[in-house]
């Protein structure tokens, strides 16, 4: 028996990659013959058990396929004919809708996504779904396969390397408080929000901050050009606009940051709430999708999206030093939960109950 991992796109950087490649070496360990193949490899992966799509060997009946699932792809169809035993890691794909003003493209792409993972609803012998909520939407789409869940499986060891010196530097350069997000630049994500928010925290409150909005703006430099107008236009010259960088550098913002806030309206996990977690940043999230189920009754949840409302409780945050003891505290806890030990734990067993 072998276990191949397939997925349309693997790189650095990406929540699903970082998840497939964990799983890899977590096989690896337990002494699986596997390897992970992908329609697309980044220019900067060089590991040996990465291997493009069309690469794959014949398979057995008794191999086992693992299929990433996180977007529209011609790959999603054709894993239906594979002749071995298959199970879905759904990690979910975002709406449309958010993308029809400013890609067409990536528009059509999610949308394919949704209208082939309901095609696929009698394919798989099991799921994985990496949170409740994942779960609920298979079930909503049809499918009656037996599911479990399994959150991302992070290796947390990454995160104890060196940050970025200088960028660690430049942030503590002043007085300001750092108000980060940590997530592609993308119309789900919603920094618009973000922005609002900084805008009315002005407003209310002299004591200064900056906003960081570390991610990649690759296919949505439409979206990207948009927050910088809306930005300029609230006159607001202190939101760090990061780009694609290196993990270095995001280790420097997180080690640095004030307050984690997200105003997301579309996730299927969300790593970087755990990663504020693990840098005991205090949490502050707009309540969407699965993020009340990451946080796990920990951070503060806002159910609505007005600006002065979220500004009141960030103040709060930054201001009332017993408050965020508290919040780092039960976010800590809350963080032993996705701990590697367990996680990797929780994913073997329900392997194995699955393949036997």
């Known amino acids: 028996m072998r276990i191949f991992q397939v997925l349309t796109t693997l790189s650095f950087g990406d929540a699903v990659s970082n998840d497939c490649i964990a799983i890899k070496e977590l096989l690896k360990k337990n002494g699986y013959k596997t ?31 693992l299929y990433h699932l996180s977007t529209g792809t011609a790959l999603n169809l054709k894993i239906k004919d594979l002749p071995c035993r298959k ?23 999610c949308n394919n996504g949704i209208e082939e993972t309901k095609a696929l609803k009698d394919t ?13 939407q298979l079930r909503s789409f049809g499918y009656t396969c037996e599911m479990k869940i399994r959150p991302i499986l ?33 119309p789900n994500k919603k920094q618009e929000d973000l922005i609002s928010l900084l805008y009315a925290y002005r407003q209310m409150y002299s004591d200064p901050v900056r906003l960081i909005l570390a991610g990649s703006p690759s296919g949505m430099e439409k979206y990207m050009a948009r927050l910088k107008c809306y930005a300029d236009s609230l006159g607001l010259k202190d939101i760090v606009f990061t780009g694609q960088i290196s993990f270095p550098k995001i280790l420097a913002y997180l080690s640095t940051a004030d307050c984690f806030v997200s105003m997301s309206e579309h996730e299927g996990f969300c790593v970087p709430l755990v990663e504020a977690m693990q840098f005991n940043v205090p949490i502050l999230a707009y309540s969407s999708t699965a993020i009340p189920e990451t946080l796990g009754g920990t951070g503060i949840l806002l159910d609505s999206k ?3 409302y979220a500004a009141a409780h960030l103040h709060e945050i930054l201001n009332n030093e017993d408050l965020r003891k508290k919040m780092v505290l039960e976010q800590s806890e809350r963080l032993k939960d996705f701990s590697y030990e367990n996680i990797s734990a929780l994913f073997m067993k329900q392997l194995k109950e699955f393949i036997g």
């Open 306 to 308: 007005d600006p002065s």
């Open 87 to 109: 199970y879905m890691i759904y990690h979910n794909t975002t709406p449309p809708d958010f993308f029809v003003p400013y890609s067409g493209k990536l528009a059509k792409l």
């Open 154 to 186: 992070i290796p947390f060891d990454d995160y104890k390397k060196e940050p970025d010196k200088e960028t660690a530097e430049r942030m503590r350069s002043d007085d300001a408080k750092n108000i980060l997000f940590v997530g592609r630049i993308a």
């Open 124 to 136: 798989f012998n099991g799921v994985f779904a990496v949170s409740q909520f994942n779960a609920d």
């Open 35 to 65: 390897m992970i193949y992908a329609e697309n490899i980044g220019k900067k992966v060089t590991d040996p058990d990465v291997k493009p799509y069309n690469r794959m060997p014949r398979l057995k009946k008794d191999d086992v396929i």
